[in-house]
C-alpha cells in the first residue's frame, strides 16, 4: 500500500520560510501529478499548486510569486517552498500525488496526512 509521508510543518514568523516535502513510502512505477493543497479551520480545501511529470507547473493565486513547487522523480518526492509567508497561510497543508503503483496500473490518487503550517508573530 503506498502512503505518502509529509514533513516540514511548523511555526514560523510573519515573512518567513519553509519548505514542505511529500515523499511515496515505496517504490513505485510512475508518478503523473504531484498537488499541494491546504485546509484552514472553518475554510474549505483550498488548491494550492501542481507539477505535471512533463514539468507544468501552476499556481493558485494566493500563492503565485510566492510559493515554488518541485518534484524529485528519482526520490518519489515532491517539496513545496514557501516564502514570505503571511498569516493567512496559516494551515493544514496536505500533498496528492496521481501516480501508477506498478507497470500497466491505472493513475491512482494519494493524499499525505497533512503537516500544520502556522504563521504568527
Known amino acids: 500500500q503506498v502512503q505518502l509521508v509529509e514533513s516540514g510543518g511548523g511555526l514560523v514568523q510573519p515573512g518567513g520560510s519553509l519548505r514542505l516535502s511529500c515523499a511515496a513510502s515505496?517504490?513505485?512505477?510512475?508518478?503523473?501529478?504531484m498537488e499541494w493543497y491546504r485546509q484552514a479551520p472553518g475554510k474549505q480545501r483550498e488548491w494550492v499548486a501542481l507539477?505535471?511529470?512533463?514539468?507544468?507547473?501552476k499556481y493558485g493565486s494566493s500563492v503565485q510569486g510566492r510559493f515554488a513547487i518541485s518534484r524529485e522523480n528519482a526520490q518519489n518526492t515532491g517539496y513545496l517552498e514557501m516564502n514570505s509567508l503571511k498569516p493567512e497561510d496559516t494551515a493544514e497543508y496536505l500533498c496528492?500525488?496521481?501516480?501508477?503503483?506498478?507497470?500497466?496500473?491505472?493513475?491512482?490518487?494519494?493524499w499525505g496526512q497533512g503537516t500544520q503550517v502556522t504563521v504568527s508573530s
Open positions: 507539477i505535471t511529470s512533463d514539468g507544468t507547473i
Open positions: 515505496k517504490n513505485i512505477f510512475s508518478i503523473e501529478n
Open positions: 496528492k500525488m496521481g501516480l501508477r503503483p506498478y507497470r500497466g496500473s491505472n493513475i491512482r490518487n494519494y
